[in-house]
């Protein structure tokens, strides 16, 4: 049962243009969101975190957006870069689990030339 | 060492013999994870551990795989009798455990059984 759902698992984006990812859960218990980003041969690496008393986080050109009702969070990424080609997950905790995170399965995101 | 330390970075072994993979988390962090990732596919919850809690074994796929973790601090994951489907890139992650909080993950053990 896969809790954290990424279904897109590739995405291509020209440079300067806005990329897009998303990410749906099913688990109403989930409080808190992340989203890591994976270089190959590497560990994954947090990037942008929201709460859910929040709708939108913002840090530089990395937005996270919170749809509770639709239990839909997106990242938005503006202006793209090609450092920013890497494999996105989406990541989910609860309070009363435990706070174990549950990943989504990624996206491959490449920002072409 | 500032971060999560895993070794051995790489590990090549044969089908039927066993493995241990070590992970040393970031000092103070009660919460450690492993996981792993398959070639093309997400990351994998394999066990968590919170604490003095009992471990969460969920995601363990097989009897073959157990973890302990000694001393609230270094893990290791065993594989017994590997299998060529135990290929993969072995991740662990730490964190101080409390709401809120991210986790911080090691390079991993890209383990191959040949």
């Known amino acids: 049962d896969q809790q954290v759902k990424q279904n897109s698992p590739s995405l291509s984006v020209q440079e300067g243009r806005i990329s897009i990812l998303n990410c749906d859960y099913t688990?109403?218990?989930?409080?808190?969101f992340l989203w890591y980003k994976k270089y190959p041969a590497e560990g994954p690496t947090f990037l942008i975190s929201?709460?859910?008393?929040?709708d939108k986080n913002e840090d530089g050109r990395f937005t996270v957006f919170l749809n509770k009702s639709a239990k839909h969070l997106s990242l938005h990424i503006v202006p793209s870069q090609p450092g920013d080609s890497a494999v996105y997950f989406c990541?989910?905790?609860?309070?009363?689990?435990?706070?174990?995170?549950?990943f989504g399965t990624g996206t491959q995101l490449k920002v072409e030339l | 060492g500032a971060g999560v330390s895993q070794s051995p970075s790489n590990k090549v072994t044969e089908k039927g013999k066993d493995v241990e993979l070590r992970c040393d988390p970031i000092?103070?962090?009660?919460?450690l994870y492993w996981y792993r990732q398959s070639l093309g596919q997400g990351l994998e919850f394999l066990i968590y551990?919170?604490?003095?809690?009992?471990?969460?074994k969920s995601g363990l796929p097989s009897d073959r795989f157990s973890a302990e973790r000694t001393g609230g601090s270094v893990s290791t994951l065993t594989i017994q009798r590997t299998q060529q489907e135990d290929s993969a890139v072995y991740l662990c992650?730490?964190?101080?455990?409390?709401?809120?909080?991210?986790?911080?993950f090691g390079q991993g053990t890209r383990l191959t059984v040949v």
């Open positions: 992650a730490s964190s101080f455990g409390s709401a809120n909080t991210e986790a911080f």
């Open positions: 688990n109403s218990m989930f409080d808190y």
């Open positions: 929201i709460s859910s008393i929040k």
């Open positions: 990541a989910a905790s609860a309070r009363g689990g435990g706070n174990k995170l549950t």
């Open positions: 000092s103070g962090h009660t919460a």
């Open positions: 551990f919170q604490g003095n809690s009992a471990p969460d």
